[in-house]
Each structure stands twice: as C-alpha cells, then as structure tokens.
C-alpha cells in the first residue's frame, strides 16, 4: 500500500483564486512529521510547509496553509491568491517516527497549473 | 547562506564509463540523503549518512552504485559502470536534527546515459 497518496496528477486554477492540493498518508507510527515541497519547471526541491503530528495548529507559512485532519490521515495544501509563478509539481512527503529516523516518503506529485 | 550544492548539473556519459555526482550539505547539518527521480518511479531513497557514517543503504539499486562522505562537507555518489537505465536526476539533502527536521534539497544533477 502506497504510504503517500496524491490523487490529483494536475489541477487548473485561475490567478488569484485559492487551491488545495489533496493528500492522504498512512502509518501507524504515533509521531511523525509532513511536508510540502514544490518542484518548478527548472527541477529543484524548494521546502513549502511543514506539520508534526502532535501539532494542534494547522501550519502555515505565508500564502501556504497546511489542513491537517488527523483522523482522516490527511495533510492538504491550501494555496491561497494562487501567482503565476505557482505553477509547478507539487510533492507531499511523509517521515514516520520521532526523532531523526531517515528518509522521507513522497508521494508522486501534483502538477499546479495558474491560469492568467 | 549557502544551501546544498551539488556538482555537475548536468553529465551526459556513455554506458560503461564512470560517473561521480558530487555534494556539499548545508554548514552544519548532521544528516545527509541522497535521492533519485524518475519518471517511473518518482523521488527514491537512495542511501543516508549520520554523522559522516551511512545509516541505510538498502534504497542503493545494485552493486554498480556506491556512495562515500569522508568529511561532514562532502559527499559522493559514484555509479560504475553506468547503464542508461540510470539516467534520471540525482539530489543530494541535508538536515539538522532537532524539532522539524526539515531536508533542504540541492539543485539535482540531472544524470544522461547513452
């Protein structure tokens, strides 16, 4: 079973709306810790968001909110104003466990699409 | 600050010949990954240090790949002898430990056999 589920491959969104990006994980592990990254057109990984399972507070971090449902296992990005400089492949990515126990799972991604 | 920088950008090779990717973490940062993308497979684990010393290697596809950091500075990711099956982009990260943990990615290496 896939640990990380992205199940939008693309998405349209018109400049200056909102979007959400939709992701699903699964572990049993109790601490873990869920992050956003973005991969422009040029390919480098840039960090968006972060979330730790014990935080109660959905992240955010400028135009970036993270709606965290923990009982649902989900861990959606939320874009709000969406720029055209949006557009991009958008990866959700798991660590299971506390502490630093290794690699990040990603899911495999969604394509962002700004309209004008 | 300078963040993970990775050597060269891009390499095209023919099968057979050597390739070393090459990787500078973060100042400071105690852990080090390296990562592979493909289309097919998506971003893939390849192999990651603690502290200079690899942790988990079982992500390194076979024999032909291997991997060393003889500094907290360095790292290399060497595949010999190469095939086009390896061809994809390579990213090196890093990380502090501490409360988030955050993996800062290089730019990749984007890696052509022919």
């Known amino acids: 079973a896939q640990k990380i589920t992205q199940t939008q491959p693309g998405m349209f969104v018109q400049e200056k709306e909102a979007v959400t990006l939709d992701c699903t994980y699964d572990?049993?592990?109790?601490?873990?810790?869920l992050f956003w990254y973005k991969q422009p057109s040029s390919g480098e990984m840039i960090f968006l968001i972060y979330?730790?399972?014990?935080?109660?507070q959905n992240a955010t971090e400028g135009r970036y909110s993270l709606n965290f449902q923990k009982a649902r296992k989900s861990a959606n990005l939320v874009i709000s104003a969406s720029q055209l400089g949006d557009s991009a492949m958008y990866f959700c990515?798991?660590?299971?466990?506390?502490?630093?126990?290794?690699?990040?799972?990603f899911g495999k991604g969604t394509k962002l699409s700004v309209k004008p | 600050d300078a963040g993970v920088i990775q050597s060269p950008r891009h390499e095209v090779t023919e099968m057979g010949q050597e390739v070393t990717l090459r990787c500078k973490p973060i100042s400071g940062h105690d852990y080090l990954f390296w990562y592979r993308q493909t289309m097919m497979r998506g971003l893939e684990l390849l192999i990651y240090f603690n502290n200079n010393v690899p942790i988990d290697d079982s992500g390194m596809p076979e024999d032909r790949f291997s991997a060393k950091m003889p500094n907290a500075s360095f790292s290399t990711l060497k595949i010999q002898p190469s095939e086009p099956r390896d061809s994809a982009v390579y990213f090196c990260?890093?990380?502090?430990?501490?409360?988030?943990?955050?993996?800062?990615f290089g730019p990749g290496t984007r890696l052509l056999v022919l």
């Open positions: 990515a798991m660590r299971e466990g506390g502490g630093s126990q290794g690699n990040l799972i």
């Open positions: 572990t049993s592990d109790q601490s873990y810790g």
């Open positions: 990260a890093s990380l502090l430990a501490g409360i988030q943990e955050t993996q800062y």
């Open positions: 979330q730790g399972s014990y935080d109660e």
